[in-house]
T-cell receptor
Framework: SQTIHQWPATLVQPVGSPLSLECTVE??????LYWYRQAAGRGLQLLFY??????ISSEVPQNLSASRPQDRQFILSSKKLLLSDSGFYLC????????????FGSGTRLTVV | SQQGEEDPQALSIQEGENATMNCSYK?????LQWYRQNSGRGLVHLIL?????REKHSGRLRVTLDTSKKSSSLLITASRAADTASYFC????????????FGQGTELSVKP
């Protein structure tokens, strides 16, 4: 069966520290992968998406970056966190076009202090 | 960029009543989807309606799509306390592959 793993569930990091969030997918090949951020009480903002290994599209200019070192692995990183980076980060995958919908991970609650 | 806008932002009803949420969008789309999010959790896909469809049903869910008005509605019939969650519409913009643009969501509270 197809599953998506996202960790950690919660993270508290000081301003200026680095960040690495990982997302892995099982049970499917060549998925489209996405990173979204959700501010409290708000909708989802698309940050990055990837249609293949090494192929990353950035939707919002910021101090975050994404990488896809393997087919089913998607990593969100930052060299120096800002207070404004706090939020709920969600990884998702889909296959082909959006017809099958997205499958979301359980999310990472990041608080930058 | 945000494409979908849900209305109302919050909705409170009694168990057994119907809940209707609306979504408007701006550009041409391939499809429109509705998702549910329980507090602090990931989103769960509920239903998808394609741009050439006008209505779709799944259990207690009914979705309509009016492409001329660029709007959609989600109806939950005979609501239950367990339906309490945030509901988001998401649009797949035409000719943009697998991208989905989400709205701000409607927070539904169903009181027992």
């Amino acid at each position: 069966s197809q599953t998506i793993h996202q960790w950690p569930a919660t993270l508290v990091q000081p301003v200026g520290s680095p960040l690495s969030l990982e997302c892995t997918v099982e049970g499917t090949s060549n998925p489209n992968l996405y990173w979204y951020r959700q501010a409290a009480g708000r909708g989802l903002q698309l940050l990055f998406y990837s249609v293949g290994i090494g192929q990353i599209s950035s939707e919002v200019p910021q101090n975050l970056s994404a990488s896809r070192p393997q087919d089913r692995q998607f990593i969100l990183s930052s060299k120096k966190l800002l207070l404004s980076d706090s939020g709920f980060y969600l990884c998702a995958w889909s296959v082909g076009d959006t017809a099958g919908g997205y499958t979301f991970g359980s999310g990472t609650r990041l608080t930058v202090v | 960029s945000q494409q979908g806008e849900e209305d109302p932002q919050a909705l409170s009803i009694q168990e057994g009543e119907n809940a209707t949420m609306n979504c408007s969008y701006k550009t041409s789309i391939n499809n429109l989807q509705w998702y549910r999010q329980n507090s602090g959790r990931g989103l769960v896909h509920l239903i998808l309606i394609r741009s050439n469809e006008r209505e779709k049903h799944s259990g207690r869910l009914r979705v309509t799509l009016d492409t001329s008005k660029k709007s959609s509605s989600l109806l939950i019939t005979a609501s239950r306390a367990a339906d309490t969650a945030s509901y988001f519409c998401a649009t797949g913009p035409y000719n943009q592959g697998g991208k989905l643009i989400f709205g701000q969501g409607t927070e539904l509270s169903v009181k027992p």
